[in-house]
């Protein structure tokens, strides 16, 4: 039997990151956007600004405003190719978000 190590979650480290993270997938859209880039990350790198923009019916700045929460979280890391925006899930801050809810 494994027992995991519980953390006291008030007021800690731990705390501010999932609410941070949570804060961030807090609105449908940016829920949507996340599982979006994640099911293309897995096909191929990444995804271009163009493409949610094609995908999502939303207007390209009520986009970049959900862009930018996700970002800002670090759900979310950018390439910069041109006068284009890639996107790619990053990994190590969903890691470590579906660790610190595990624990609690």
């Known amino acids: 039997m494994r027992v ?3 953390i006291n979650i008030e007021n800690s480290e731990e705390a501010i990151y999932i609410a941070k993270i949570a804060a961030a997938l807090a ?3 940016r829920v949507a ?3 979006y880039v994640k099911s293309k ?3 191929r790198n990444d995804v271009c600004n163009k493409d ?3 995908h999502f019916n939303y207007s390209q700045s009520s986009l970049s405003q959900h862009v930018k929460k996700l970002l800002e979280a670090e759900l979310f890391e950018v390439t910069y190719e041109h006068k284009f925006s890639n996107y790619s899930i ?3 801050t ?3 978000f579906t660790k ?3 624990a609690i």
């Open 100 to 102: 610190l809810l595990k």
């Open 27 to 29: 609105h449908p859209v």
């Open 4 to 6: 995991r190590k519980s």
């Open 52 to 54: 949610l923009v094609a």
């Open 94 to 96: 969903v890691d470590r």
């Open 90 to 92: 990053n990994k190590k």
């Open 33 to 35: 956007l996340f599982s």
């Open 41 to 43: 990350n897995e096909v």
